[in-house]
């Protein structure tokens, strides 16, 4: 039976798809934005990273491996941050996981106005919506940084529910929870189609014998996205974070955009994505300033800082134009262990 098109809950006011300096000047708006000397904005939050102990799946046959809870459960929730939405003023993006017509998935980001920072940095990890297609999404992350769940680990709770293609989050102002929101329902569409969802990057690497396409899988600080942005021989970036490997060889991304770590960060060591960060149209998030001046090393409120940046500012490659994956790359951070 076809899934229901799922409806937003009312709001008090919504901003309908900003355009980016629409976003970009809500963001500016908020008291813990700070403007850069690059002429980006540099945002502080609360919560620092993901927030696993308090991410749970919905549904009513737990499968064992992961946090669970009942659809009566989730539907309480719902409710109840639905009731607060009524309250609020929201921001609508919408956008594609993918860019491929074969495999491209359309996805709406329901977040409040307050948190604009996480509206503008997800408005450039997804690829635009053409303004002729008529599309409802299929994947809905419904955003509310400040309403508590109280009774989950940190009063914080992300509740994913795969069957409906919804996940909602409440009281995390960390924007990874809607790049991964999206993103982990995503996974299920591509192994539901017989696929692999990797947590890799892909790149492009010219030989003597043409060119070579790779995957470079890795767990987060592994050194995936170092490199997969490293220019080596004339090699070219085509995603960083998430892929889909199909059963015929065929790849296809997910987003239009990376967001990258930030400590450490060089013109140096990294020169593409130092370049792609300290341009005007990023966002920075959680890097430690002083003034106008960011420092990359300062890790005295947190070594994870982020960054995010369109592509459109760097040398990439359209993974439309990819045959298939050539060879995989796995990156792990033991020295005693080679991966069969």
């Known amino acids: 039976m076809a899934k229901m098109a799922f409806r937003l809950p009312p709001a008090a006011s919504v901003i309908d798809n900003p355009s980016p300096a629409e976003a970009k000047e809500l963001t500016a708006r908020m008291p813990n934005a700070r403007p850069t000397r690059f002429g980006n904005i540099n945002i502080s939050t609360e919560v620092v990273s993901r927030s696993k102990r308090s991410t749970f799946l919905v549904t009513d046959e737990p499968d064992g491996q992961n946090q669970a809870m009942t659809r009566e459960d989730g539907l309480k929730w719902a409710e109840l941050q639905d009731d607060y939405i009524a309250g609020q003023e929201m921001v609508v993006v919408d956008g594609y996981i993918g860019n491929d017509p074969e495999f491209r998935t359309p996805t709406r980001l329901y977040i409040e106005a307050a948190n604009a920072n996480i509206a503008a940095m997800q408005q450039q990890l997804y690829f635009d919506l053409d303004p002729a297609d008529d599309v409802e999404p299929e994947l809905t992350v419904i955003y509310t940084p400040n309403l508590k769940a109280d009774g989950f680990p940190d009063d914080r709770l992300i509740a994913v529910d795969l069957e409906q293609g919804v996940t909602r989050v409440f009281n995390s102002d960390y924007f990874g929870e809607s790049k991964k929101g999206g993103l982990r329902m995503w996974n299920k569409l591509v192994y539901d189609r017989g696929g692999l969802p990797l947590h890799a990057g892909c790149k492009i690497i010219p030989t003597e014998s043409g060119e ?122 033991n020295e005693n262990i080679i991966p069969g």
């Open 212 to 333: 070579k396409v790779g995957l470079i899988v890795g767990l987060s600080g592994t050194g995936k996205t170092t490199t997969t942005f490293t220019r080596q021989n004339g090699s070219i970036p085509v995603q960083d974070d998430f892929v889909a490997w199909m059963p015929n060889g065929h790849v296809y991304v997910t987003e239009n955009g990376c967001f990258a770590k930030t400590f450490g960060l060089n013109p140096d060591d990294e020169p593409t994505i130092y370049g792609a960060v300290t341009q005007p149209d990023s966002y920075l998030e959680n890097v430690s300033q002083q003034g106008d001046e960011v420092d990359f090393y300062d890790t005295s409120y947190t070594q994870n800082g982020r960054a995010t940046f369109a592509f459109s500012s760097i040398e990439a490659a359209d993974a439309r134009e990819l045959e298939s994956a050539d060879f995989l790359l796995i990156l792990n951070r």
